[in-house]
């Protein structure tokens, strides 16, 4: 596991052991995203992009290919296709983006073209995995159907893959989304180390 970066960590994988300045980092974070839910309530939830109402695009890559700021600000272009196409009303609220620091994600010409789109980046800490309803909600339930899974090719994956995501309902994303209230306010009661559960 060391070549993928993780290392054990309280019983389970994890991606770093978190420094003070970490721990400082996301106690600010989940100061700053309590906030703006007491302000907003669950409007500010409806309007973060990430396991809303339901899967808005499904972007597969070619093994080996790397993703770039390029790559991903052509994502984020079909992203608001896919959006004005199924979710016209979620833009003329405004959109929240909720997406880690990974380089392509946080590139000058990535902020400048979600700047142009007018959507807020909101902020989102290094190694936080347990804040982030992709990694905590969507990506468990995912690694686990697929523990169950045998597929032969790229295609068979691609499709079983589509046909899970779009089999899940609605309230399955809302769930993923209304946890982000209790982990970042225990986040916050426990110093910034990790949320379990």
């Avoid at 946080?106 to 982030?132: M, Q, R």
């Amino acid at each position: 596991m060391d070549t993928l970066g993780y290392h054990k960590f309280c019983a389970r994988w994890v991606t770093k052991q978190l420094a003070d300045l970490h721990k400082t980092q996301r106690m600010g974070s989940a100061l700053t995203f309590l906030q703006r839910y007491w302000e907003e309530g669950d409007e500010f939830l409806d309007r973060i992009m990430t396991d809303c109402k339901g899967i808005l695009l499904t972007e597969f890559m070619a093994p080996g290919t790397k993703i770039t700021s390029q790559v991903y600000c052509e994502m984020l272009h079909k992203l608001k296709r896919s959006m004005q196409n199924k979710q016209q009303g979620t833009l003329s609220k405004g959109v929240v983006l909720l997406h880690d620091n990974a380089r392509p994600h946080t590139a000058v010409c990535t902020n400048a073209f979600i700047k142009l789109f007018g959507w807020e980046i909101f902020d989102h800490p290094p190694y936080s995995p347990d804040l982030s309803p992709s990694d905590y909600h969507l990506f468990s339930k995912m690694k686990v159907w697929l523990a169950t899974q045998r597929f032969h090719t790229n295609e068979e994956l691609m499709d079983g893959v589509n046909n899970w995501l779009h089999n899940l309902a609605a309230p399955f994303f809302d769930e993923g989304l209304q946890k982000l209230v209790p982990r970042h306010d225990k986040c916050l009661n426990l110093d910034g180390n990790y949320v379990e559960k």
